[in-house]
């Protein structure tokens, strides 16, 4: 089978893409990245992701962004939004998908996979500039400027294949293909146990997903939550 790099957030976009490329014929190696990140519980719901769609090996990293700062899932002086605000919001994390995607084109020349997958979207998502499809075509092309396996004619892929869906669909193809949904977290201030706050607006897309799609939301809410007010 060929090999795959697949970056696994533990959240329901990246989970779904895991189980494209899977049905795919790919042999998925998944990477989560420890940014110290807010939302400290979906990094234990990536490992509950990658045992359950049969990752072929799941490793996770760390990368300090709490000392660059600026976004308000990496500095916790800064509060997460609870209404929806103009523009781009402080939940952005300043240059998050170029660093992991670093990450895991590193990680995909050393394992010699010529095909890496990330859950960006572009249509029911917070206007990260770093989610559109002109940011995967430019990562791509550095990609395969700046590694010896692309020079050697080994060139990279990266694929978004939910960057055009909305969140119902990506709901749907997931469930189509086997995702647990509540088995991930989105909530960008979920508890230590995972449980979502119902408010932010990670919470406000994957609520509306799945009141869109008809299907039952699993998302565990905590006692605050915006469907106990």
């Known amino acids: 089978m060929k090999k795959a790099v697949v970056l696994l957030s533990g959240g329901m976009d990246s989970a779904t893409v895991l189980a494209m490329a899977k049905a795919e014929g790919f042999d998925c190696h998944c990477l989560t990245v420890d940014y ?3 939302h400290r519980a979906e990094l234990a719901a990536a490992a509950r992701v990658a045992h359950a769609l049969g990752a072929a090996g799941h490793r996770q990293v760390q990368l300090d962004l709490t000392a660059i700062g600026g976004s308000a899932l990496t500095d916790r002086t800064i509060a997460v939004p609870e209404a929806p ?4 919001p402080v939940t952005y994390v300043p240059a998050r998908n170029t660093l992991l995607l670093a990450l895991g084109l590193g990680l995909a020349e050393v394992l010699g996979a010529q095909d890496l997958y990330f859950g960006a979207n572009a249509v029911d998502y917070s ?6 499809p002109e940011f995967v075509r430019a990562f791509e092309n550095l990609a395969n400027l700046a590694t010896r396996a692309a020079v050697e004619g080994k060139k990279l892929t990266l694929h978004a294949p939910i960057i055009n869906l909305t969140k119902a669909e990506i709901i749907r193809a997931g469930r189509k293909l086997g995702v647990d949904f509540a088995q991930t977290v989105s ?3 979920a508890t230590p146990g995972g449980l979502a706050c119902g408010r932010c607006d990670a919470c406000r897309l994957r609520r509306a997903g799945f009141e869109a799609a008809g ?3 699993p998302t565990r809410y905590a006692a605050r939550s915006v469907n106990e007010e």
């Open 85 to 88: 605000t103009a523009g781009i």
């Open 36 to 38: 110290g990140q807010r």
């Open 187 to 189: 909530c960008y201030q």
């Open 127 to 132: 206007g990260y500039p770093d989610c559109r």
């Open 215 to 217: 299907i039952p939301d």
